[in-house]
């Protein structure tokens, strides 16, 4: 009788031990496996025993975290155009060829202005009508053919403009070429901007006057504007130009978008690949289109 409860004891003994031993194992899956604990699992071998080193899991800031996703999320919008297309197309391909989000002003009066139209509808890009007008000092400095004068009849005015869309028929907007003295004008750019209106195309103010009241009568009336706010090349420097264009990312910088002019000359383009790396990283390129849609002004 004494030997069977002794056995009996045995057997629960054993029974308690494996217990025991499984409640351990348990355990030490549950640490090795807890998500809070857990990072990288690396494994050493030392005197041909191989060991579990468990590492901290990484933590990642939240300013990696938005590194790791879109890049631009949070700077400032800079548009850059490109005027007087229409007559080197060896250097508006040049433009193209840097891979960046230009926006193109098309002469509609070039002599080339239709290959121009071509290659940059090829490249699936988008194009504005640079609209020739009257200067201050004309006719000391010509505008070029078929440019809106401040002596035309509106109806005038409005048949040029007419003109001009039929040629560049899938055109977003359009801004003055030249134009200090027209824009001053209302009755002869309120002639010009209700054009505008009709083709539902936006006003690229170029600003060539402090005077201008182009941009406040579009706002007037209703039409999408947007108003220039750096000139890239009036002097032709390439370093003046790199200066300028970080002078347009500094002004982007302070009103968190900035709209840049500049000219399809070789410097320009030199300059714009000489800069472009370092200006993404302090601005996000865009087309005009993109500021006028979010209604950035």
Not at 29 to 47: C, D, I
Not at 141 to 146: D, F, V
């Amino acid at each position: 009788m004494q030997k069977k409860r002794q056995s009996k004891k045995r057997l629960i003994t054993a029974g308690l031990i494996v217990v025991f031993a499984i409640a351990l194992i348990a355990a030490a899956l549950l640490f090795l496996t807890r998500p809070e604990r857990t990072g990288k699992v690396n494994v050493e071998t030392k005197a041909g025993k191989s060991t579990v080193v468990i590492s901290p899991p990484e933590i990642v800031k939240p300013t990696e975290i938005a590194k790791q996703g879109n890049a631009h999320v949070n700077l400032p919008k800079l548009a850059i155009v490109i005027d007087d297309v229409g007559y080197d197309n060896k250097i508006l391909k040049s433009f193209i060829s840097l891979d960046l989000p230009l926006t193109y002003a098309v002469l509609p009066n070039a002599t080339r202005y239709r290959q121009s139209v071509n290659i940059l509808e090829k490249a699936n890009l988008d194009y504005l009508i640079h609209m020739p007008m009257q200067p201050d000092d004309y006719p000391g400095i010509n505008p070029g053919k078929n440019a809106l004068l401040i002596n035309m009849s509106n109806n005038k005015i409005k048949q040029l403009t007419e003109e001009a869309i039929k040629k560049l028929p899938d055109a977003i907007g359009v801004n003055n070429h030249m134009g200090s003295a027209f824009v001053q004008n209302k009755k002869k750019m309120e002639a010009f901007l209700s054009v505008l209106k009709e083709h539902n195309l936006f006003f690229l103010d170029s600003e060539t006057t402090s005077k201008t009241i182009g941009w406040r009568l579009a706002e007037t009336d209703g039409i999408r504007f947007a108003r220039r706010n750096i000139f890239l090349d009036n002097i032709k420097n390439i370093k003046y130009i790199e200066k300028q264009l970080f002078k347009a990312a500094d002004y982007a910088k302070l009103h968190k978008v900035a709209i840049a002019i500049g000219h399809d000359r070789p410097l320009t383009e030199l300059a714009l690949a000489q800069t472009k790396d370092a200006l993404s990283k302090m601005v996000d390129l865009v087309e005009v289109k993109t500021v006028i849609d979010n209604q950035i002004k």
